[in-house]
């Protein structure tokens, strides 16, 4: 696998029935922390909601998950969010859905539709945008070179993570696996580079 597909940006919708309101939340997320910090922000901003249903999918190799239905009945909220975030085949991303209890009880179906319906409005308001898949390394060279490894860094679409420039130069960059290879031989053709892999 070479590219990934991801959101980068928030967005938020609204989808009701027979007096149930949801509101679905969409984030774009790197870490279990970050989906955390998510979680207690909507949390604080609906505090009187009945329910707090969520799921997530992380990292490129997308085996970082989780769906939870928060008190509603057992794969009827967590299930069908994650089903939406996997039916666009999108990692790094957190969705949320807040139901408010209208007094009419929709049922486990009614419930999977809501949930998955909370869930589609809201990722298509963002646009999924399409990323390399990156292998970390890390740099380390004289200033006198620094030119020599940023002409190889744009030529083969790298990312750079960090860096710290002064008379001796540290870099993380991400390279795309696509052309890892050939950016690692021409890396290691700089004279007095040290490449490690992260």
């Known amino acids: 696998m070479e590219v990934y597909y991801t959101i980068e940006k928030k967005a938020a919708a609204e989808f009701k029935d027979r007096g149930s309101k949801f509101l679905a939340y969409a984030y774009p997320v790197k870490s279990v922390e970050q989906v955390k910090e998510c979680l207690q922000e909507i949390k604080k901003e609906h505090p009187k909601a009945t329910h707090h249903c969520y799921a997530y999918r992380l990292g490129t190799d997308g085996l970082q998950f989780r769906a939870v239905d928060d008190g509603e009945p057992s794969g009827s909220a967590g299930k069908p ?97 696509a052309s890892l290879d050939l950016c690692l031989l021409r890396l290691k053709d700089i004279y007095n580079l040290e490449v490690k892999a992260l």
């Open 81 to 177: 969010i994650l089903g939406q975030i996997d039916s666009k085949q999108l990692t790094d991303v957190l969705v949320i859905v807040v139901r408010y209890f209208g007094g009419t009880l929709l049922g486990v179906p009614g419930l999977i539709n809501a949930y998955k319906m909370s869930c589609a409005l809201v990722l298509q308001l963002v646009p999924a945008v399409q990323k390399n898949v990156e292998a970390r390394y890390q740099l380390t060279f004289d200033y006198t070179i620094l030119n020599d490894v940023m002409i190889v860094v744009k030529q083969h679409n790298c990312t750079v993570l960090s860096q710290d420039v002064q008379l001796f130069c540290s870099m993380q960059i991400g390279i795309p696996k």
